[in-house]
C-alpha cells in the first residue's frame, strides 16, 4: 500500500524485482547518477581531444558537442537534485520543484510564450531553406549545423508548448 503511494507520488512504475530492497524512485535516481557519471567522463575525453586538436573546423564542432554533453550534465543534475530533494524532504538549490505552481509564473513569459513558439517555428522554416541554399557547401557540415539547429528549435518549441499548457492548468 505504502509502496503504491510512492509510486504515484512520484509517478514512477516498478518495473522488476531484481532491487526488491530499493524504491523505484531511488532505483531512478540510481540510474540518472549512473548516466551522470557517464556524461562526466564522455564530457573529460572530448575536452582531452579538443585539447590536441589544431583544425578549427574539428575543434569548432568538438566544441559544440562539449557544450551540448555540459547541458545535459546540467540537466541529469537538476533531475537528481529534484529526486533527492524529494526522498530527504529537502529543496535543493538545482532542483525542478515547483513544476505543479507553474500557473504562478511571471505574466510576461505567460504572454510571451506564444510569440517566442512562432518564432522557433519560423526559425525551423528559415534553416529548411538554407539547408537547400547551401546544399554541397563544405562537404556538407552547413548542413548537419543547420539540422542541429532545427532540431534545437523543435526542442524549445516542446518545451514552451509544456509551459503554455500548464500556464492553462492553472
Known sequence: MEENREMA???TKASNNSWPDISPV??????????????????????????ELTNPVTRFLLQLII???EKHRDVLNAMIATLKGSLTWA???RS???????????????????GFIELEK?????????????????????KILLESMIGD???????LEFLKENFKEA
Do not use: M, Q
Open 9 to 11: 507520488l512520484f509517478n
Open 26 to 51: 531511488e532505483r531512478l535516481l540510481d540510474d540518472l547518477e549512473a548516466h551522470e557519471e557517464k556524461e562526466e567522463k564522455s564530457i573529460e575525453d572530448y575536452k582531452k581531444l579538443l585539447g
Open 67 to 69: 557544450a551540448d554533453e
Open 91 to 93: 529543496r535543493p538549490e
Open 96 to 114: 525542478l520543484e515547483g513544476v505543479a505552481d507553474l500557473g504562478i509564473t511571471d505574466s510576461r513569459l505567460r504572454s510571451s510564450t506564444e
Open 122 to 142: 519560423e526559425s525551423i522554416k528559415e534553416c529548411k531553406a538554407l539547408i537547400k541554399d547551401s546544399s554541397g557547401y563544405y562537404h556538407g557540415v552547413f
Open 153 to 159: 528549435s523543435e526542442k524549445h518549441i516542446e518545451l
